[in-house]
């Protein structure tokens, strides 16, 4: 029987026996023991599945994971300690030194960063494409050394939508999967494996966890990107791992398990990053009801960008949800169920009306934090951008009264009245 995604949210990953404990354990242990070193050993060596120490693999973890990956429809997750992390893994695993990767350049700022100087400076190179890139373009992108292709299914802050299944063509053609940060969207209103993507990322942090409490991400491989059919471009994969006495990781794993157990075996042992499994119990809490909460969100960010936009004292709205929004094509195509809960507009008045428009405002609090179950709210050019000037911010897309409106799942008309108050609020 296939049950649907709202059934996995609650139950999936995790099916007790009899006489177990009915909530996912916490295995606070940071290690495991053996009646033998011959059977330790063979841990070692990858021949036989077991636990022997956290920061490569938790039971708590792998519950979570099993779960994520259900939702996802993907073979095998792993758990990061926080979405920076899963997206460095994800292309690390198969992209270093002497290689290059095409990523939109409509991206969290911190995958920019990573992408652009950090993972540049271990010698990997990337090329920016736009999401709305001409074919050309985007075909020009690659080179023979390129190994992956990455976007984000809405990208955060800019609120394009990702031509997800355009984006996968381009990266097959290649011989490379494509990696979709699906942070924004979750699985409930995407699930970017069913559009092609090989492999998907999530800032656990945001709408999975939901509620604030805990940093995290996860890396869900869909199994179905074929290593072997290009043995040279991923020799990680297909050639044999001297750390682990020759193993395979393909021949081993088969498809669906090679890109995770690898990723655990080789990057959490030598990199770390693991997510605590009092973090993973945290986020299976969150887990449980994103299928309810994300419809919320879906809800009052359709009627908050719906308000905004017929608001006199906004000068311009984003939301891709939103009929006259350039994303709605896309959005009807890949995001179904609704375009999640994040708003971005602009105040007639420009900086310093975004700043009094803040200052007024009751419900929705100013935080350096989107995608949570309480209403938040950030001014870009004041905090996390604070430093350009107003051509700087231009040039990396972001305007002076640029307003990011993440609407949680309070009441509708709650969120509507208090944004109403302060806009209508004297300066
Ligand atoms: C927040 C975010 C990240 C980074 O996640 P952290 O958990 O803060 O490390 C990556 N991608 C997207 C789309 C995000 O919103």
Redesign the pocket.
Known sequence: MSESINTVCVQGGYRPGDGEPRQIPIYQSTTWKYDTSEHMGKLFDLEESGYFYTRLQNPTNDFVAAKIAELEGGTAAMLTS???AA?FFAIFNIAGAGDHAVASSAI?G??YNLLAHTMHRMGLECTFVSPDCSDEELEAAFQPNTKAVFG?TIA?PALTVLDIERFACAAHAHGVPLIV?N??PTPINCRPIEWGADIVTH?T??YIDGHGAS???VIVDSGKFDWTAYPDKFPGLTQADETYHGVVYTERFGLEGAYITKATAQLMRDLGSIQSPQNAFLINLGLESLHLRMVQHNKNGLEVAKFLRDHPRVAWVRYPGLEEDSEFARAQKYLTPGASGVVSFGVAGGREAAESFMKHLKIAQIATH?ADARTCVLHPANATHRQMNDEELAAAGISPDLIRLSCGIEDTQDLIADIAQALEAEN
């Open positions: 926080s979405g920076q997206n969290y911190g995958t984000e955060n940060d942070t924004f800032s942090t945001k940093v995290g991400g989107v």
